[in-house]
């Protein structure tokens, strides 16, 4: 038999089309073309299931994916229900959309928009992006004649009698000049394993032009040897029940997918069937250090055939620093598999992610509190994260948020106050009164915060870690969620804390004059403290608002070296020798000034830098305190 004809369609510009911009990524191809044997397959299984017909070759379903360099060629061939005919009338030769004309005058001015068509069904067209020629050769189930069919890419086809001799279909590429990278085997393969790595068919790498030793060997015996496994994993550990999953199951599975051989913290098993089906893995990975660039990738499946990675409409945004896979039979997908139809559904999906990860966290804090705790350190920021950016994960993660001690302890913020805070739905962010807040203190840089930390713990303080730098903008959502609240860090003016009793103020007038003159700063702010250290004769504190201000400069690039002094306090502990120096009538004035500026620079040394002028006269300064030493001895 021999037939020609013209694919039913009204414009010979489809095709230039289709390759240009139909998908984003011309690799796509073998997503399309496997996905189709794939269903081909499944397609005769379950007639066969149904008492339509029998598998009278009795074989293993797979589809073969082939590729010979020499010959230019890559074919995909599958032993699934094969096309007849009328079938390749129906479903090849007329493209799968009504209206060519209009869908061109729609588009026609979108040629560098990925996100173009909706449901067309133009996957098998997919193949025409990297081939010059495209040929199908297939044998329906039914019987019949086998059936050859030609295209080059224009708008014609021919259809001649075909060579299978078995039910299924060979899709022959003939790969084009251009896109001869495709016939690369390693190439292929990686390609076929990212999109097909758990499609439910066996799919098995054969490359035509490798040599084998042996050549002793039939044909047939060859074959086999080539495709000695298939590429792909038909029951991956997703579409189990997590009750027949083991630990090491589930590491194994993160190690393979993911190829990070740092062990997951646990993971969060999915399996939904209503209102719409959802399985999948969520992982929680180890930080490798507190200020790790999180990076994490979430896998999206439908029916086990890969669509993207890190979808934002599918996944909450903040479960992208996640790694893991979901896979979602019902996603309403446009033709490239690649974008997501916008509606509630979506949504919903979402939602229902964001409820699963707060339960799985709740439940493991109630259950298994030591795990919780230790694990804490690792999963705050993902946590953290989820509350800036959703609300209801917020509320209902809110009483399992914890918080590193000084002792290294985890504590609520209940905990901590010694009392539970006032419900955020119910207090309508009314204004509380400063003195009325209750206050966290908190430690952002241990080394640079070590002085507070030791006065801290000699004080019998409590304080917290938030080293993270997404904690800044942490604590300001926990504090407008609970105007009660107020965080402190530990630097902050905190001297009201530190105080064992009422300081004498009665010479504070004399000490802040002396700095004045001796730092030549009259806006100076000086205040004598009771403080219960007697190794602390000085330190530093700055207004929370001022040093949060200070800090989103440095974000944004601005300087900060000149913070105003009305922001900062100069503390002087009446308890130290040094202090008692400075009002002592034996102590000459050169001395005293001496004490001043040195009293200054080592309470700024231990709160920020030195800027370079500063350093320079602290050095000099020590050197003379060295000299005074040894010429008094």
């Known amino acids: 038999m021999s037939k020609t004809g013209n694919l039913s369609i009204h414009s010979e510009n489809i095709f230039p089309i289709i390759k240009k911009w139909l998908y984003s990524d011309h690799d796509i191809f073998v997503r399309e073309l496997i996905s189709n044997a794939s269903d081909a397959i499944l397609k005769f299984k379950k007639l066969c299931d149904m008492g339509q017909t029998e598998d009278k070759l009795g074989e293993e379903f797979k589809i073969t994916v082939t590729v010979d360099k020499d010959s230019s060629t890559i074919t995909i061939s599958d032993n699934g229900i094969g096309l007849t005919e009328e079938e390749i009338e129906k479903y090849i030769n007329q493209i799968a959309f009504s209206g ?24 098998f067209y997919s193949a025409f992006m990297v081939s010059k020629q495209v040929q199908i050769n297939t044998l329906s189930y039914e019987g019949g004649q086998p059936l050859l069919w030609t295209c080059d890419g224009g708008t014609t086809f021919e259809l001649t009698e075909g060579s299978r001799t078995t039910r299924g279909t ?6 084009a000049d251009e896109s001869r990278e495709f016939l690369g085997f390693y190439k292929l393969s990686q390609i076929v394993e990212k999109y097909c790595s758990f499609m439910p068919i066996p799919i098995y790498m054969i490359d035509a032009n490798k040599k084998v030793e042996d050549t002793d060997d039939s044909e047939e015996e060859t074959t086999e040897k080539a495709e000695e496994k298939p590429i792909n994993d038909i029951h991956p550990l997703y579409t189990l029940p997590a009750s027949e999953c083991t630990d090491e199951q589930y590491k194994a599975f993160y190690r393979k997918t993911f190829s990070d051989y740092n062990e997951p913290l646990f993971w969060i098993h999915l399996n939904m069937d209503y209102p719409f089906k959802l399985k999948g893995i969520l992982y929680f990975p180890k930080l490798q250090n507190n200020f790790e660039i999180i990076e994490g990738k979430i896998k999206l499946y439908n029916n086990q055939v890969f669509v993207a990675d890190n979808i934002k409409e599918v996944i909450p945004e903040f479960l992208l620093l996640l790694k893991g896979v979901l896979d979602c039979p019902d996603l309403p997908l ?21 409820k699963k990860v707060a339960d799985k966290l709740i439940s493991l804090y109630k259950k298994e509190p030591e795990q919780y705790k230790k694990f804490w350190d690792d999963i705050s920021p993902f946590i953290k994260y989820g509350c800036l950016r959703d609300q209801k994960f917020s509320d209902k993660i809110n009483d399992y948020i914890l918080f590193k001690t000084l002792d290294d302890d985890h504590v609520t913020m209940s905990e901590y106050l010694g009392h539970d805070l006032p419900n955020p739905k119910d207090n309508n962010h009314a204004e509380v009164a400063t003195e009325d807040q209750d206050k966290i203190f908190y430690v952002s840089d241990k080394e640079k915060q ?8 000699e004080n019998g303080l409590k304080a917290v870690y938030l080293p993270h730098p997404i904690d800044a903008s942490f604590i300001s959502h926990l504090e407008a969620r609970n105007p009660s609240l107020k965080f402190m860090r530990i630097d902050s003016d905190v001297s009201g804390a530190l105080g064992e009793a009422a300081a004498d103020k009665s010479n504070e007038n004399e000490i802040s004059g002396l700095f004045k003159v001796a ?3 009259d806006d100076i702010k000086v205040s004598i403290e009771n403080l219960n250290s007697d190794t602390t004769p000085s330190m530093i504190v700055i207004s929370e608002e001022g040093r949060r201000m200070q800090d989103m400069m440095k974000m944004y690039g601005m300087p ?3 913070l105003p002094a009305s922001e900062m306090t100069l503390i002087l502990n009446q308890n130290h020798e040094l202090i008692k120096k400075l009002i002592d009538k034996d102590v000459d004035a050169t001395t005293k000034d001496l004490i001043c500026k040195h ?3 080592l309470a700024l040394i231990s709160n920020q830098s030195l800027d370079p002028e500063a350093m320079k006269e602290f050095l000099v300064r020590n050197c003379d305190l060295l000299l005074n030493l040894t010429n008094t001895k």
Do not use: C, P, W
């Not at 446009?334 to 964001?354: A, H, M, W």
């Open 100 to 123: 060519a004309e209009d869908f061109l005058n729609k588009y026609k001015d979108k040629m560098d928009d990925d996100q173009i068509i909706g449901h067309f069904g133009l996957g």
């Open 450 to 457: 070590s002085q507070y930390i030791s006065l801290f713990k």
């Open 560 to 562: 900060t070296d000149n």
């Open 170 to 175: 060979d899709i022959i590429l003939h790969i």
């Open 334 to 354: 446009n033709v490239s598999r690649s974008f997501l139809q916008n509606d509630g559904f979506v949504k919903k999906i979402s939602d229902y992610i964001t």
């Open 599 to 601: 009293l200054y620079d």
């Open 519 to 521: 730092l030549n700063k």
